[in-house]
């Protein structure tokens, strides 16, 4: 199993589990499947983790800052040149299915060409493109993209949100909790 994760599952983690992981077992097994690459976690998200509630997830997550950590382990995974596969038709989607046609019609193109490469460079596009690419790289590997995002309000935002896109592309989304549903050696428990 390999997962990309993203901004606010991280942030989740942070917020309502880990207060609660007094014997650090959560902690440790997430630190380990970063390390060993079950979960990836792109250069965009750490970029994010910056700025979102003050830093809280790097904070918590002090590991996914530490130089020597992540020289180690090749962290984060670096996005700048990644590439869909078969980009043509790639590209073909994005202006035709990930873009929601109502507010596309409110742009000339100039706007829309904006848009479009900001959304392309954008976190949300990356993590789809890192699952792509894992996906390519290893077919029979069950690849999950982790979003706490679902399908339904799009905020009348330019693209769809990622569980939209990802159902177009065949990729598997799936939220915090039912991420650490599947992670090995966890157990939780309300009493």
Excluded: W
Aim: glycine share 2%; net charge negative; charged share 30%.
């Amino acid at each position: 199993m390999k997962v990309v994760i993203d901004t606010s599952s991280l942030l989740s983690l942070v917020r309502y589990y880990l207060p609660f992981d007094k014997q650090n077992i959560l902690f440790e097994i997430v630190k380990a499947r970063i390390a060993n690459g079950e979960i990836l976690v792109i250069d965009k998200i750490i970029d994010e983790c910056e700025y979102t509630s003050k830093g809280i997830v790097l904070d918590a997550l002090s590991f996914l800052t530490d130089k020597e950590f992540n020289k180690a382990h090749k962290l984060p995974l670096n996005t700048e040149f990644i590439l869909p596969p078969a980009p043509a038709k790639f590209y073909r989607m994005v202006d035709n299915n990930f873009v929601v046609a109502v507010q596309r019609k409110r742009l000339n193109e100039i706007q829309y060409d904006s848009q479009k490469n900001d959304f392309m460079n954008s976190a949300d596009m990356k993590m789809i493109l890192t699952s792509l690419k894992q996906k390519s790289e290893n077919p029979i590997e069950e690849i999950y993209l982790v979003t706490e995002e679902t399908e339904a309000s799009n905020d009348n935002k330019l693209f769809k949100k990622i569980p939209a896109i990802c159902s177009q592309l065949d990729i598997q989304t799936i939220n915090i909790q039912q991420l650490i549903d599947k992670l090995d050696g966890i157990k939780i428990e309300i009493k």
